[in-house]
Protein backbone atom coordinates (compact mmCIF):
# COMPACT_ATOMS: atom_id res chain seq x y z
CA UNK A 1 0.00 0.00 0.00
CA UNK A 2 1.73 3.19 -1.03
CA UNK A 3 2.35 5.99 1.20
CA UNK A 4 0.22 9.09 0.36
CA UNK A 5 -0.08 12.70 1.53
CA UNK A 6 -3.18 13.41 3.70
CA UNK A 7 -4.60 16.53 3.30
CA UNK A 8 -4.57 18.46 6.43
CA UNK A 9 -8.18 17.96 7.82
CA UNK A 10 -8.35 22.20 8.63
CA UNK A 11 -6.97 25.09 6.87
CA UNK A 12 -3.68 26.33 7.35
CA UNK A 13 -4.82 29.47 9.56
CA UNK A 14 -7.27 27.08 11.50
CA UNK A 15 -5.02 26.42 14.61
CA UNK A 16 -3.70 30.26 15.30
CA UNK A 17 -2.11 31.54 17.59
CA UNK A 18 -1.45 27.85 18.70
CA UNK A 19 0.16 26.45 15.70
CA UNK A 20 0.83 28.96 12.87
CA UNK A 21 -0.10 28.61 9.16
CA UNK A 22 3.95 28.91 8.37
CA UNK A 23 4.64 26.03 11.20
CA UNK A 24 1.99 24.18 8.77
CA UNK A 25 3.39 24.60 5.76
CA UNK A 26 6.47 23.64 6.70
CA UNK A 27 5.51 21.04 8.68
CA UNK A 28 2.86 19.12 6.38
CA UNK A 29 4.17 19.97 2.97
CA UNK A 30 7.64 19.54 3.35
CA UNK A 31 8.60 17.73 6.21
CA UNK A 32 5.53 14.92 5.99
CA UNK A 33 5.92 14.98 2.10
CA UNK A 34 9.62 13.73 2.52
CA UNK A 35 8.70 11.06 4.68
CA UNK A 36 5.90 9.57 2.29
CA UNK A 37 8.30 10.30 -0.86
CA UNK A 38 11.34 8.37 0.70
CA UNK A 39 9.47 5.97 2.74
CA UNK A 40 7.74 4.84 -0.67
CA UNK A 41 10.98 4.18 -2.06
CA UNK A 42 12.57 2.31 0.48
CA UNK A 43 9.52 0.46 1.51
CA UNK A 44 10.00 -1.04 -2.66
CA UNK A 45 13.34 -1.56 -2.33
CA UNK A 46 12.95 -3.18 0.91
CA UNK A 47 9.82 -5.71 -1.01
CA UNK A 48 7.50 -4.25 1.68
CA UNK A 49 5.10 -2.03 -0.37
CA UNK A 50 2.05 -4.48 -0.78
CA UNK A 51 2.18 -4.27 3.24
CA UNK A 52 -0.40 -2.06 5.77
CA UNK A 53 1.78 1.26 6.71
CA UNK A 54 1.34 -0.25 10.29
CA UNK A 55 3.15 -3.66 9.35
CA UNK A 56 5.68 -1.76 7.13
CA UNK A 57 6.61 0.32 10.82
CA UNK A 58 6.72 -3.26 12.51
CA UNK A 59 8.52 -5.19 10.30
CA UNK A 60 11.14 -2.34 9.58
CA UNK A 61 11.64 -2.12 13.37
CA UNK A 62 15.63 -2.91 14.25
CA UNK A 63 15.66 -4.44 10.74
CA UNK A 64 15.94 -1.58 8.53
CA UNK A 65 16.05 1.63 9.91
CA UNK A 66 16.29 3.95 7.10
CA UNK A 67 12.09 2.70 6.26
CA UNK A 68 11.41 2.39 9.74
CA UNK A 69 12.07 6.33 10.47
CA UNK A 70 10.04 7.14 7.32
CA UNK A 71 7.76 4.83 7.84
CA UNK A 72 7.03 5.51 11.45
CA UNK A 73 7.01 9.05 10.83
CA UNK A 74 4.40 8.94 8.04
CA UNK A 75 2.26 6.48 10.97
CA UNK A 76 2.90 9.39 13.35
CA UNK A 77 2.21 12.31 11.20
CA UNK A 78 -1.03 11.16 9.85
CA UNK A 79 -2.62 10.64 13.32
CA UNK A 80 -0.71 14.13 14.29
CA UNK A 81 -2.85 16.44 12.17
CA UNK A 82 -5.87 14.71 13.15
CA UNK A 83 -4.71 14.77 16.61
CA UNK A 84 -5.34 18.94 16.69
CA UNK A 85 -8.58 21.11 15.48
CA UNK A 86 -9.43 24.69 16.31
CA UNK A 87 -11.12 25.01 19.99
CA UNK A 88 -9.83 22.10 21.11
CA UNK A 89 -7.62 21.05 24.28
CA UNK A 90 -8.50 21.55 27.62
CA UNK A 91 -10.49 19.60 30.18
CA UNK A 92 -14.09 18.71 27.97
CA UNK A 93 -13.26 14.77 27.52
CA UNK A 94 -15.85 12.39 26.67
CA UNK A 95 -16.77 10.89 29.55
CA UNK A 96 -15.30 7.53 28.74
CA UNK A 97 -11.90 8.91 28.29
CA UNK A 98 -12.46 10.86 31.45
CA UNK A 99 -13.16 7.98 33.43
CA UNK A 100 -10.37 5.64 32.21
CA UNK A 101 -7.71 8.68 32.66
CA UNK A 102 -9.68 8.95 36.40
CA UNK A 103 -8.68 5.42 36.56
CA UNK A 104 -5.43 4.88 35.10
CA UNK A 105 -3.43 7.92 35.30
CA UNK A 106 -5.11 9.80 38.42
CA UNK A 107 -7.03 11.88 36.60
CA UNK A 108 -7.11 15.08 33.95
CA UNK A 109 -4.55 17.11 35.99
CA UNK A 110 -2.34 14.67 36.37
CA UNK A 111 -2.72 13.22 33.00
CA UNK A 112 -1.87 16.94 31.84
CA UNK A 113 1.57 17.22 34.26
CA UNK A 114 2.94 14.03 32.70
CA UNK A 115 2.20 14.24 29.24
CA UNK A 116 4.05 17.40 29.16
CA UNK A 117 6.71 16.59 31.38
CA UNK A 118 6.97 13.39 28.71
CA UNK A 119 6.96 15.60 26.23
CA UNK A 120 9.89 17.95 27.81
CA UNK A 121 11.80 15.71 29.03
CA UNK A 122 12.56 14.06 25.63
CA UNK A 123 15.94 14.67 24.70
CA UNK A 124 16.36 16.17 21.14
CA UNK A 125 13.55 14.58 18.57
CA UNK A 126 11.14 12.81 19.52
CA UNK A 127 7.34 12.50 20.80
CA UNK A 128 5.08 12.21 23.75
CA UNK A 129 2.36 9.49 23.85
CA UNK A 130 -1.06 8.34 25.42
CA UNK A 131 -1.55 4.62 24.50
CA UNK A 132 -3.59 1.72 25.29
CA UNK A 133 -1.14 -0.95 26.39
CA UNK A 134 -2.19 -4.38 28.12
CA UNK A 135 -6.23 -2.29 28.31
CA UNK A 136 -4.84 0.91 30.70
CA UNK A 137 -3.52 3.98 29.63
CA UNK A 138 -0.32 4.70 30.19
CA UNK A 139 1.78 7.87 28.92
CA UNK A 140 5.29 7.41 27.41
CA UNK A 141 8.04 9.07 25.45
CA UNK A 142 9.78 7.71 22.08
CA UNK A 143 13.50 8.85 20.39
CA UNK A 144 12.95 10.18 16.39
CA UNK A 145 10.11 8.96 14.75
CA UNK A 146 9.34 5.85 17.02
CA UNK A 147 5.91 5.08 18.30
CA UNK A 148 4.46 2.82 21.12
CA UNK A 149 3.68 0.28 18.19
CA UNK A 150 6.72 -1.02 18.22
CA UNK A 151 6.43 -1.76 22.13
CA UNK A 152 3.14 -3.63 22.09
CA UNK A 153 1.15 -0.28 22.66
CA UNK A 154 -1.63 1.51 20.51
CA UNK A 155 -1.02 4.90 20.42
CA UNK A 156 -4.04 7.02 20.91
CA UNK A 157 -2.41 10.59 21.34
CA UNK A 158 1.28 11.77 20.57
CA UNK A 159 2.75 14.85 20.17
CA UNK A 160 5.16 15.87 18.19
CA UNK A 161 7.97 17.37 19.56
CA UNK A 162 11.03 17.80 16.52
CA UNK A 163 11.86 21.20 16.72
CA UNK A 164 10.38 21.79 13.37
CA UNK A 165 6.90 21.30 15.43
CA UNK A 166 7.27 24.59 17.15
CA UNK A 167 10.48 26.58 16.62
CA UNK A 168 8.62 28.69 14.44
CA UNK A 169 5.92 29.98 16.46
CA UNK A 170 8.03 29.46 19.80
CA UNK A 171 11.21 29.14 19.95
CA UNK A 172 13.32 27.12 21.86
CA UNK A 173 10.51 27.08 24.75
CA UNK A 174 9.34 23.44 24.02
CA UNK A 175 6.67 23.69 27.33
CA UNK A 176 4.76 26.49 26.18
CA UNK A 177 3.83 24.58 22.96
CA UNK A 178 3.26 21.37 25.05
CA UNK A 179 1.12 23.64 27.37
CA UNK A 180 -0.49 25.15 24.29
CA UNK A 181 -0.94 21.36 22.40
CA UNK A 182 -2.64 20.03 25.55
CA UNK A 183 -4.52 23.40 26.71
CA UNK A 184 -5.95 24.69 23.09
CA UNK A 185 -5.26 21.78 20.11
CA UNK A 186 -6.13 18.20 21.22
CA UNK A 187 -8.91 16.90 19.44
CA UNK A 188 -10.32 14.79 21.95
CA UNK A 189 -13.10 13.74 19.42
CA UNK A 190 -10.46 11.64 17.61
CA UNK A 191 -8.30 10.51 20.61
CA UNK A 192 -11.75 8.65 21.81
CA UNK A 193 -12.38 6.91 18.04
CA UNK A 194 -8.48 5.75 18.91
CA UNK A 195 -9.38 4.77 22.27
CA UNK A 196 -12.39 2.64 21.43
CA UNK A 197 -10.54 1.29 18.02
CA UNK A 198 -7.66 0.26 21.13
CA UNK A 199 -9.90 -1.63 23.04
CA UNK A 200 -11.74 -3.77 21.35
Do not use: C
Not at 97 to 114: M, N, P, Q, T, V
Not at 150 to 168: F, K, N, Q, R, T
Request: no cysteine.
Amino acid sequence: MAFELPNLPYDYDALAPYMSRETLEYHHDKHHLAYVTNGNKLAEEAGLSDLSLEEVVKKSYGTNQPLFNNAGQHYNHIHFWKWMKKGGGGTSLPGKLDAAIKSDLGGYDKFRADFIAAGTGQFGSGWAWLSVKNGKLEISKTPNGENPLVHGASPILGVDVWEHSYYIDYRNARPKYLEAFVDSLINWDYVLEMYEAASK
